[in-house]
């Protein structure tokens, strides 16, 4: 192939470095809780009268568990925005959150195998 | 912002209720360049329809660029699509369909550090599309697999021309798939996870 040709990288240990990220994304207000987009919520209570609207949805779509881009998409509305939703409603411990589960240093095979195993049902 | 009465909301559909049990979460992304097949891929293998989450490129902004007053000018929303399996009653698979471009990454956080690995899904017609994009994975670490997705059109290269021309290391896999088949796909999603499975050292 005569095409051109790409020259491999070496990984930056910076940037693979998690931490790095809020420094750039800024974490400007100090408060946002850490939210992935596969962060599973869960209601914990149903919406009271004096919950903000935008919140009340949130708690009526997670009677199920649902990840933070679940919830962003059906209502339309910016991740950040939502991640900003969920931290008031985390705080009030009106729903519960489960952090996804990340890749580590060292990969888990129990948890590889899990994902493979649920693939080849499909 | 608008915000839609909470009443007219749509969630899930009723067979796209998760159970109470599934409260751990994984994600893989597939990152490739416009119009190469991701959100057909996200699609052929997700159970929901799939989904898109956006973020606007002025909250990556705030407090670098100086657009006081001209935040409108500057706003561009960046959309991802993304879709779900479920693997067991406890334990889910997300998939992102996410740009090549960098600076969009930034948008959600942990896009790639949180994610198990990568799809690269590259379109042999234009292959340096994915040049830039495998050079930011490795950078970053990210362990990722190389699809090709078999457009009718486009030249087929063996794959240790491919190999060469992208610099891949011999143990980086390189698939044809067709990202319009679940099978394909879901194919595909296998060999990222037994790549995976060989990087890991066995406990002792």
Redesign the interface.
């Given at each position: 192939m005569s095409a051109p040709r790409r020259e491999r990288r070496k990984a930056d240990p910076a940037l693979s470095d998690p931490e790095r990220l809020y420094v750039i994304t800024g974490d400007t207000d100090g408060e946002r809780a850490a939210l992935d987009l596969v962060t599973m919520v869960v209601s914990q209570a149903e919406p009271s009268p004096t919950v903000q609207p935008e919140q009340a949805a949130i708690l009526r779509l997670c009677r199920a568990p649902l990840s933070v881009a679940e919830i962003s998409a059906y209502l339309s509305l910016p991740f950040s925005v939502v991640t900003s939703l969920l931290t008031e409603l985390l705080a009030t411990e009106l729903i519960e959150s489960r952090a996804p589960i990340v890749r580590a240093a060292l990969p888990d095979r129990s948890l590889l195998e899990a994902v493979m195993h649920g693939l080849q049902k499909l | 912002?608008d915000?839609?009465?909470?009443d007219t909301?749509?969630?899930?559909r009723s067979e796209d209720?998760?159970?109470?049990t599934?409260?751990?979460?994984?994600?893989v992304v597939i990152v490739g360049g416009f119009g190469v097949g991701k959100t057909t891929m996200v699609g052929s293998?997700s159970e929901i329809r799939p989904?898109?989450?956006?973020?606007?490129m002025t909250?990556?902004g705030?407090?670098?660029d100086d657009n006081v007053g001209v935040e409108s000018k500057t706003a561009t929303?960046v959309a991802m699509d993304?879709g779900?399996?479920?693997?067991?009653e406890e334990?889910?698979?997300?998939l992102?369909g996410t740009p090549g471009q960098e600076r969009f990454w930034?948008?959600?956080?942990?896009?790639f550090?949180?994610?198990?690995?990568a799809v690269v899904l590259i379109d042999t017609r234009r292959?340096?599309v994915s040049?830039d994009v495998?050079?930011?994975l490795?950078?970053?670490?990210?362990?990722f697999v190389v699809a090709v997705n078999t457009f009718p059109d486009a030249p087929h290269?063996p794959v240790e021309?491919?190999r060469?021309?992208?610099?891949?290391?011999d143990e980086v896999p390189i698939i044809d798939c067709d990202a319009r088949l679940?099978?394909s796909s879901?194919d595909v999603?296998?060999t990222l996870?037994?790549y995976?499975?060989s990087?890991?050292?066995?406990?002792t």
């Open positions: - | 912002m915000f839609r009465s909470s909301i749509t969630g899930p209720v998760l159970p109470t599934a409260t751990a979460a994984v994600k293998v989904l898109t989450t956006e973020e606007t909250q990556a705030v407090g670098v929303t993304f779900r399996i479920s693997l067991s334990l889910i698979l997300y992102f930034f948008l959600w956080n942990g896009l550090e949180g994610a198990l690995g292959l340096q040049f495998i050079g930011r490795e950078e970053r670490g990210v362990p290269h021309a491919l060469n021309a992208l610099d891949l290391p679940r099978a879901r999603l296998l996870m037994r995976l499975h990087l890991a050292v066995p406990l």
